[in-house]
């Protein structure tokens, strides 16, 4: 699971989204989460194919 690539434009894995998150200081909302992932990993700023993929990670990574 790891090391699923979730966003293949920046190379972004499963594995950088949740470091970041550790490291996060905003972590109000989803959104605000994904503004941080997006700030560092620079996921979902290619194709944008990825952006409902990432955001559910991070929705599950938040209230697991
Ligand atoms: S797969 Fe993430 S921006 Fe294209």
Known sequence: MENIELCHCKKVTYADVERVMHEATDLASVTAAFDEVQAVTHCS???????DKIMDVISDILHY
């Open 45 to 51: 700023t290619g194709c944008g194919g990825c952006h």
